[in-house]
């Protein structure tokens, strides 16, 4: 085993975007050249900006303040107490918050304390001193560090209190809060309520007053520092987690994380930039179904640099049938969705709504079962057997083993449900008794229910139905689930079989506007029938439609 001291960015696996606390206004941008070097940092006429980062041929400074500033080169610092150059500590120093000592020195593995730490702090943020008293007793008024403490103490980010202890060390769980309290003056933080911090096996060390700041942090998406003790290099499920909040924070803990900081800082408020080759065409309001959400994200990454900084930007997609639903309420101007549901279909028509479908990519719906169930195949006969009367209760009639054949559907607004209506259940509905027992609510969780039921159940196995490339997309993320597809009617689905439509339940998704000729989403429906728009569903891992 190893013990590996590093840092976390505390994100769900299922979160393609996650949505952060409205941008804080003063991150300004400059073209800049490719230079990335650790010693490249922002300068204005008051100085070198500490919080600033050079990215993709932008750099970004948070001025508040306003004016003008440029990215150069400063001369790269050479610490003797370090083999190599450490990327960190080079940043830090560079930009005049953490530098070294005068004999050519770092110290990286000497612990920071309080006093140091309000003077760090104070040169990352550009806080001037204060000549107002510091309010703790032992702060001498003449102190070096007297002046940072007092203007942070204003600002809230320490505590007026008898005692300040200038020569403790700053401990883990005192630099959290330090961080917390400042980013929420700043209003860079999101109210995330009870964020679940129990991956770390010594959470409950935490102490009282900085369990808060732990929990926004983490919830927010802002580094803290920890600990890793790897158990195996291949297998990271039992890999333990600590905080040591307790622990003094080095100076090489410092430069790391006060680095993670300043890219947070920046990454989340950093202005949406249009590319000097984006299309000269507005993007329209965008929603659509789950499954095509990478078709909107891939259209503002094309358009824009920081794209999910835009304000017009979602962070989500409201599903199959609520994004129909808004195109009709005219609360969207296109939507990227397999095939409407009779629902729909009966809302339009209620609504007097007229749609336009224009096909983007191949899709299918495709029906699965375990990996090491012997059936392979099953016919459209059977399914309508199985899903609209649970007709069929054993594999081998399907040509499988002896086992319980157990199916599970999605709930009725849900887009693959659009396709049973089209394909399977020929005007019924789904079965009563199989919509009470094994309703998936969510895409992605059909797999997951159909793999569980298997593992759970020895001598039964599930079976279920989704969309083609969402089906093979999403283990992307959830990681192989032990499944398989089944052909249909003696077809394999596959890209070739989709593509040339001889799988027999192969459809499409489409781009779906008002058929009320408004020029502005007109031209942006031509422009996803170009190759911009092709190159768009390609990134998003659909079949592209030539």
């Known amino acids: 085993m190893k013990k590996i001291s590093c840092m976390l960015l505390a994100i769900g696996i299922l979160c393609t975007v996650t949505a952060h606390a409205e941008m804080i206004d003063g991150v300004r941008y400059v073209k800049t050249e490719e230079d990335y070097s650790p010693a490249y940092v922002a300068r204005s006429e008051n100085g070198i900006i500490p919080i600033s980062y050079a990215s993709g041929g932008y750099g970004y400074a948070y001025m508040p303040e306003g004016g003008e500033f440029e990215f150069i080169k400063t001369e790269e610092p050479v610490f003797t107490d370090m083999s190599s150059p450490d990327y960190y500590a080079v940043r830090m120093s560079a930009r005049g918050v953490l530098q070294g000592f005068e004999d050519g020195t770092f110290r990286p593995y000497e ?8 003077a760090v702090f104070s040169r990352l943020f550009r806080v001037a001193p204060s000549d107002n008293g510091a309010g703790f007793a032992d702060v001498p008024g003449g102190s070096w560090y007297a002046g940072n403490v007092a203007a942070l103490t204003e600002l809230g980010v320490f505590t007026a209190a008898d005692r300040f202890e200038p020569d403790a060390a700053v401990t883990r769980e005192q630099l959290t809060v330090m961080t917390y309290r400042m980013l929420s003056n700043m209003g860079a933080l999101d109210d995330i309520g009870e964020q679940d911090i129990s991956r770390y096996a010594d959470s409950d060390d935490i102490s009282a007053y900085a369990r808060e700041a732990y929990r926004s942090l983490i919830g927010n998406e802002y580094y803290v ?5 790897e158990n195996d290099f291949i297998d990271t499920a039992d890999d333990v ?27 989340n408020n950093a202005p949406a930039i249009k590319r000097d080759d984006a299309p000269d065409i507005d993007i329209p309001v965008l929603d659509g179904s789950t499954s ?6 891939n259209i503002y990454r094309k358009y ?30 296109m939507i990227f969705v397999p095939d409407p549901s009779e629902d729909i279909n009966k809302y339009a028509e209620d609504k007097g709504a ?10 299918a719906l495709v029906f699965f079962t375990g990996d090491e169930n012997s059936a392979e195949s099953v016919s459209t006969e059977q399914l309508h057997e199985i899903y609209v009367n649970n007709g069929i209760k054993n594999w081998d009639v399907l040509g499988g083993s002896d086992a319980e054949l157990v199916p599970f559907c999605r709930n009725n607004d849900s887009g693959s449900h659009a396709q049973m209506e089209k394909f399977i259940l020929d005007g019924n509905e789904i079965n009563g008794e199989i919509e009470r027992e094994h309703t998936s609510w969510l895409m992605a969780s059909i797999l997951t229910d159909v793999e569980s039921f298997n593992n759970e159940n020895p001598g039964k196995y599930a079976i279920g139905y989704s969309l083609y490339y969402y089906y093979t997309n999403i283990q992307g993320v959830l990681g192989p689930c032990r499944l398989k597809l089944m052909s249909v009617d003696g077809v394999a689905p596959t890209e070739e079989s989709i593509a040339d439509g001889t799988y027999p339940y192969t459809t499409n998704y489409y781009a779906v506007i008002r058929d009320e000729n408004d020029p502005k989403t007109e031209a942006f429906a031509e422009l996803m029938q170009s190759e911009f728009g092709r190159e768009a569903v390609a990134a998003s891992g659909m079949g592209v439609i030539k």
């Open 111 to 118: 612990t920071l304390t309080r006093a140091q730490m309000a």
């Open 225 to 229: 520092i920890y600990d890793m003790e």
């Open 354 to 363: 007229e749609l336009k479908y224009i096909p983007i990519a191949n899709e």
């Open 304 to 333: 824009y640099v920081n794209w999910e900084n835009h304000p017009d930007f979602p962070k989500e997609h409201s599903k199959t049938s609520n994004s129909y639903k808004r195109l009709i309420d005219g609360e969207a101007d």
């Open 292 to 297: 095509a959400y990478d078709i909107t994200y």
């Open 241 to 267: 987690y600590t905080l040591a909040p307790q622990r003094g924070v080095t100076r090489q803990e410092c430069a790391m994380f006060l680095d993670q900081l300043i890219w947070n800082i920046i990454s």
